[in-house]
């Protein structure tokens, strides 16, 4: 039973990141049989600075190792390491309706943020399909907002199979509804792309700066609230806070009697214990870049390993050999 997921570096991750798709994938290394991988690819869509395209991969490494992923349990690589994945984006895009494509959201509310359209942005359903397939894959954990992906790569790898014959593993995909979709500072997704997030990592008076400044009502500290359970830090508060306190922090909110500025107080506070060991690992891992490029490349052996397998029964299936 195989779980593989990615995550792009077209920035600095965050807590959605985190509880959406790191924690899932971390505590399902228990199991075994784990593929995690740094969609270095998908990232030239939106990101045109080779520089900042290096220094976000090798960020994301330090993130995920630092966070628990341990590389004796995962398979962990670099997504372009394993260039079999654009071949087979190629096999499987020859057979994937336009009309799939255009349906996409993660399409459509890229480009209406203002992304131009370009192939990749298009095409980038079909490298994600290619990413999950190459490596017989069971089981993907992602976000809500990955869903309609993980629908597309089903669509692709029964068509595949059909036209040529039982080739692909039909994946499945994971999200927990708890925390499918992390809200962000200004209620919306969290997102890289919208600039609302808390990251997991970073200078401690910058964070607490941005929790400190999320955008309440007017309503005075006596007031009750009806609507605790809408508010932001409550929301994120039940993520990072044990229940019992969450709980009680949303009923003081409630009843009234709690300020705004309290409850960003303990916003912060539980979550910068939540990452504090993540956070001494990810300083001790900086100290060492040469471990971390071996643990990428040793991965990179592993995961082709299984790539070349998949890619051989592909193309010998479509005739190419
Ligand atoms: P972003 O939206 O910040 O660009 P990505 O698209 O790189 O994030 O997402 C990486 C992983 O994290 C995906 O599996 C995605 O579903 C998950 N994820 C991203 N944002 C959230 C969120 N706000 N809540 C839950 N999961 C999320
Ligand atoms: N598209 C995913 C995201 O933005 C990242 C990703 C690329 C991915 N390839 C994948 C996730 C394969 C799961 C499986 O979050």
């Known amino acids: 039973m195989r779980t593989l997921t990615g995550i792009t570096p077209s920035g600095t991750l965050h807590i959605g990141n985190y509880f959406g798709a790191m924690r899932p994938a971390i505590e399902a290394q228990v199991k075994g049989d784990c593929f995690y991988f740094i969609a270095d690819y998908h990232s030239m869509t939106s990101l045109f600075d080779p520089v900042e395209r290096r220094k ?63 192939f990749g942005l298009f095409s980038y359903p ?13 089981v993907v954990p992602v976000g809500q907002d990955q ?24 994946p499945e995909p994971r999200i927990r509804e708890d925390v499918a979709v992390v809200p962000g500072l ?14 997991i990592f970073g200078d401690e008076k910058a964070l607490k700066k941005r929790i400190m400044g999320i955008v309440m009502d007017s309503r005075l500290p006596a007031d009750p609230k009806p609507d605790a359970d809408k508010n ?46 993540a956070r001494t690992k990810r300083t001790e891992l900086a100290a060492q870049p040469d471990y971390v490029e071996a ?24 005739g190419i050999v």
């Open 295 to 318: 643990v990428l490349k040793e991965g990179a052996v592993k995961a082709r390993d299984v790539a070349s397998d998949v890619i051989k029964r592909a193309r010998k299936a479509c």
């Open 232 to 277: 932001i830090a409550i929301q994120l508060l039940k993520l990072l806070a044990p229940k019992e306190v969450a709980v009680d922090f949303e009923n003081r909110l409630r009843e009234g009697g709690l300020g705004y500025g309290d409850l960003k107080k303990a916003l912060f506070e539980y979550y910068w214990t939540t990452f504090a060991d």
């Open 147 to 170: 869903k309609q992906h993980l629908e597309m790569t089903r669509d692709i790898a029964i068509k595949f199979n059909q036209t040529y014959g039982d080739t692909f593993i039909v």
């Open 126 to 138: 079909i490298l994600m399909a290619a990413d999950i397939l190459l490596y017989d894959t069971h």
């Open 56 to 118: 976000n991969t090798y960020g994301i490494a330090l993130d995920w190792l630092a966070c628990g992923l341990d590389p004796k349990k995962s398979v962990f690589w670099k997504q372009s390491d394993v260039p079999e994945v654009c071949e087979l984006t190629w096999l499987i895009g020859s057979l994937t309706p336009m009309g799939l494509l255009e349906r996409a959201h993660g399409y459509k509310d890229k480009t209406a943020k203002g992304l131009s359209p370009n």
């Open 186 to 199: 200004d209620g919306q997704k969290m997102s890289k792309s919208y600039g609302n997030t808390i990251d």
